[in-house]
C-alpha cells in the first residue's frame, strides 16, 4: 500500500501504544487502517486464499504490511509480546487481550471518568474537547460508545457556568450530531481568545501612553489645596464604570 503524503502524516501523529497510553489508540488505527484498505485482513473479515494464486499474494502482501505498520506504533518494550504472532489478526488480538479489560465494569469506569470529567473557567475549550473526544474513543472501543444525543449531553454539562449563554444558542437539532456542537463550541473559544487578545492589546497600548511619575495634571503647589478640595466634594459618580442605558 503507497501512503498519500495526507495518509503517511496522519499515520505518525497516531501515538505509539504504551502501557499508560492506549486511551482512544485503538479507535484511531481502525479509523486509519480502514482508510488504507487494510482493515478487512486486521479484521478476521477475510481470510487467505487457500490457493497460491494472485490474491492470495496480495492478502500476503497486505497482511505483512499490517504487522509492520502496528510494529511501528507500539512502544518498543511492548513488542515483545507480538514477535512471534503469524498474522495481522493475531498480532490486534494479542494487543488486545494484553491492554483491554473488556466487560461492564471497563464500560462503567470509562463513562464515569466523561461524567465527572469537568472543564474550568479559565480552562482551553480545545483541549477539553480532546478529552472527551479519548473518552468516546475508549468507549468506541469497547463497543459501547455514547449516542451522539448522549455524548452531546456529556461535552455539553461539562462546561463551566460562563458557557451557559452558548449552550443557550444552540438548536434542538445540533444534539443529534456532536460534531456540531463540538464545532459551535471551538468557533465560540477562538472568539472568546480573540477578543481577550484585542482587549489585552489595548490595555497595553493605553499603559504605554499613560503619563509616568506624577499622575496628576495639578500643578504641586495647587495639589494639596485641590485634595482638601476633593475630600469635601466627592463625586458620586465612578470613571470607571460605563453605564449604558
Not at 485634595?227 to 465612578?238: L, P, R
Amino acid at each position: 500500500v503507497i501512503m498519500s503524503a495526507e495518509k503517511y502524516t496522519r499515520y505518525h501523529t497516531i501515538e505509539k501504544l504504551g502501557r499508560e497510553n492506549d486511551l482512544g489508540w485503538w479507535a484511531l488505527m481502525r479509523y486509519y487502517l480502514i482508510d488504507v484498505e487494510l482493515w478487512y485482513v486486521t479484521s478476521g473479515e477475510s481470510t487467505r486464499p487457500k490457493e497460491d494464486t494472485s490474491e492470495a499474494k496480495t492478502w500476503d502482501r497486505d497482511d505483512s504490511q499490517v504487522r509492520r505498520i502496528l510494529r511501528a506504533r507500539i512502544e518498543y518494550e511492548i513488542a515483545v509480546i507480538i514477535e512471534h504472532m503469524p498474522t495481522a489478526l493475531a498480532v490486534w488480538d494479542k494487543l488486545k487481550a494484553h491492554f483491554i479489560r473488556n466487560g461492564p465494569m471497563a464500560v462503567q469506569e470509562v463513562r464515569s471518568q466523561m461524567s465527572f470529567t469537568r472543564m474550568q473557567e479559565d480552562g482551553d475549550i480545545e483541549e477539553h474537547l480532546l478529552t472527551m473526544e479519548k473518552l468516546q474513543n475508549k468507549l468506541i472501543t469497547l463497543g459501547k460508545p455514547f449516542s451522539n444525543y448522549d455524548y452531546s449531553l456529556q461535552i455539553i454539562t461539562s462546561l463551566p457556568p460562563s458557557w451557559r449563554p452558548t449552550i443557550q444558542c444552540l438548536q434542538d437539532s445540533d444534539y443529534e450530531d456532536a460534531t456540531i456542537i463540538q464545532q459551535k463550541l471551538r468557533n465560540e473559544g477562538r472568539r472568546l481568545k480573540a477578543e481577550y487578545e484585542k482587549i489585552h492589546q489595548a490595555e497595553t497600548a493605553l499603559a504605554a501612553v499613560r503619563p509616568s511619575g506624577n499622575k496628576s495634571n495639578v500643578p504641586k503647589d495647587n495639589a494639596k489645596g485641590n485634595e482638601s478640595n476633593n475630600a469635601k466634594k466627592k463625586s458620586k459618580y465612578n470613571p470607571h464604570i460605563t453605564c449604558h442605558n
